[in-house]
């Protein structure tokens, strides 16, 4: 069965550490896994899409990593800011037919 | 260059009643993507569009259905709506399909009463 399992599903972390969100993923065909930031109540923002061969992606202070042997990512977010606190979203795209097989999400708050 | 345009932003709704939601999407894209996303749950594909034409769609009842015009623009309807329907439905859009980078737009809550 196709699917994206992330964890944990909540985090509490305080502004200005570092944490790392993690995403494992029994998803075939496999196109590409992307992360996506969305914020309360509104649309998801993307922040990085790796394929097979990508093994690190980084976008400003978020790093993405893939492991596409043991079909594990993590998200790496460094110096944390309050505006950091959102969900973030694993994301896996089937290379057959363009589905995208979502994850629940990782609700993370940053407290000053 | 302007994103995803959905309208209307929030809606309120009486059970029984039919919705029509509006998409717009980012000049020059030809897929439109809707989703469903419940309070604390994940985002729930409904359906895809390409050149007007539905690609995929996802496991909701026939009371959801969809189209795309011409300029590539989409509308979702729900008919005969349940308390259940209550959610932030969102559209996204991309240039070929999913397997692109996708952009969403902000989101159209309905709740149903």
């Known amino acids: 069965?196709?699917?994206?399992?992330?964890?944990?599903?909540?985090?509490?972390?305080?502004?200005?550490?570092?944490?790392?969100?993690?995403?494992?993923?029994?998803?075939?065909?496999?196109?590409?896994?992307?992360?996506?930031?969305?914020d309360t109540g509104r649309g998801p923002v993307s922040l990085t899409i790796m394929t097979f061969s990508e093994n690190t992606k980084s976008n400003g202070r978020y790093t993405a990593t893939l492991d596409a042997d043991t079909k594990q990512s993590s998200l790496h977010i460094t110096a944390s800011q309050l505006s950091d606190s959102a969900s973030y979203i694993c994301v896996v795209s089937r290379d057959s037919n363009y589905q995208l097989i979502w994850g629940a999400g990782t609700k993370l708050i940053i407290k000053p | 260059?302007?994103?995803?345009?959905?309208?209307?932003?929030?809606?309120?709704?009486?059970?029984?009643?039919?919705?029509?939601?509006?998409?717009s999407p980012i000049s020059g894209h030809r897929s439109v993507s809707w989703y469903q996303q419940t309070p604390g749950q994940g985002?729930?594909?409904?359906?895809?569009?390409?050149?007007?034409?539905?690609?995929?769609k996802g496991?909701?009842?026939?009371?959801f259905?969809?189209?795309?015009?011409?300029?590539?623009?989409?509308?979702?309807?729900?008919?005969?709506?349940?308390?259940?329907?209550?959610?932030?439905?969102?559209?996204?859009?991309?240039?070929?399909?999913?397997?692109?980078?996708?952009?969403?737009?902000?989101?159209?809550?309905?709740?149903?009463?």
């Open chain 2, 65 to 113: 259905s969809g189209r795309q015009f011409s300029n590539s623009r989409s509308e979702m309807n729900v008919s005969t709506l349940e308390l259940g329907d209550s959610a932030l439905y969102l559209c996204a859009s991309s240039f070929h399909g999913p397997g692109n980078t996708i952009y969403f737009g902000e989101g159209s809550w309905l709740t149903v009463v």
């Open chain 2, 1 to 23: 260059k302007a994103g995803v345009t959905q309208t209307p932003r929030y809606l309120i709704k009486t059970r029984g009643q039919q919705v029509t939601l509006s998409c």
């Open chain 2, 59 to 63: 496991n909701f009842p026939g009371r």
């Open chain 1, 1 to 38: 069965k196709n699917q994206v399992e992330q964890s944990p599903q909540s985090l509490i972390i305080l502004e200005g550490k570092n944490c790392t969100l993690q995403c494992n993923y029994t998803v075939s065909p496999f196109s590409n896994l992307r992360w996506y930031k969305q």
């Open chain 2, 43 to 56: 985002l729930q594909f409904l359906f895809e569009y390409f050149s007007e034409t539905q690609r995929n």
